[in-house]
């Protein structure tokens, strides 16, 4: 039975996929972007190299400047689709 229920949540999260990246075409970039600044935060507070920490602080610096230019691009390709 929960074979089944996991199978019905893999399509589900597939079709939602789907949906946002037909509302917003810079979905994916946003997810992976997001997803790279929880990892970087992350290995930021457990490295106990002070070098490691530094290259991983300018990674997530680069990442979070990617993530606002994505979050300020206007996105039209949604309201292109619900007007036509």
């Not at 199978?7 to 996929?17: H, T």
């Not at 979905?27 to 972007?33: A, I, L, M, N, V």
């Not at 993530?67 to 996105?75: G, H, P, Y």
Request: proline residues 0%.
């Amino acid at each position: 039975m929960a074979h089944y229920h996991l199978q019905a949540l893999y399509i589900l999260n597939g079709r939602l996929q789907t949906l946002n990246n037909i509302a917003n075409k810079y979905y994916d970039k946003k997810d992976s972007r997001k997803r790279t600044i929880g990892f970087l935060e992350e290995r930021i507070e457990s490295e106990g190299s002070d070098d490691m920490r530094e290259y991983y602080k300018n990674v997530l610096r680069l990442a979070k400047e990617e993530l606002d230019s994505l979050n300020s691009q206007i996105n039209t390709s949604f309201r292109q689709f619900i007007l036509f």
